[in-house]
């Protein structure tokens, strides 16, 4: 009796050690997850500003375009689309509203 009760106490203690080492490693674990978690957030919003910022830039140097074909017509001079080409990705009823716009004002 006194063997079995000593034998099913290392038992115990070999789990106990076994289940400790275990929840140390899942909570290592999870401590690297929670690192890589905030990690990527700050790498996706990192992302986004410069995708942003590129955005804006781009829509910058198309209204600078659109403004300088404008001006060119405005003068009298044939403009070609090959001289243009970024102008050809937007949207084209969005220029033809803003054509139709500055040509009301100048009316």
Same mark, same amino acid.
């Given at each position: 009796?006194?063997?079995?009760r000593?034998?099913?106490?290392?038992? /115990?203690?070999?789990?106990?050690l076994? /289940?400790?080492?275990?929840?140390?490693? /899942?909570?290592?674990?999870?401590? %690297?997850?929670?690192?890589?978690?905030n990690l990527s957030?700050?790498?996706?919003a990192e992302?986004?500003?410069q995708? *942003?910022?590129v955005q804006i830039a781009?829509e910058?140097t198309?209204?600078?375009?659109? @403004?300088e074909?404008?001006? @060119? &017509?405005i003068?009298g001079?044939?403009t070609f689309?090959s001289?243009?080409? &970024?102008?050809?990705? %937007?949207?084209?009823n969005? /220029?033809?509203?803003?054509?139709? *716009?500055?040509q009301q @004002?100048?009316s």
């Amino acid at each position: 009796m006194i063997k079995g009760r000593k034998k099913l106490e290392k038992e /115990i203690e070999t789990l106990k050690l076994t /289940i400790q080492s275990e929840i140390d490693t /899942i909570l290592g674990a999870k401590e %690297v997850a929670v690192l890589m978690h905030n990690l990527s957030l700050k790498y996706q919003a990192e992302i986004q500003r410069q995708n *942003s910022a590129v955005q804006i830039a781009d829509e910058v140097t198309l209204k600078k375009m659109l @403004k300088e074909k404008l001006y @060119k &017509e405005i003068q009298g001079f044939r403009t070609f689309p090959s001289e243009y080409q &970024e102008l050809e990705k %937007v949207d084209q009823n969005d /220029i033809h509203l803003i054509v139709n *716009s500055v040509q009301q @004002k100048l009316s």
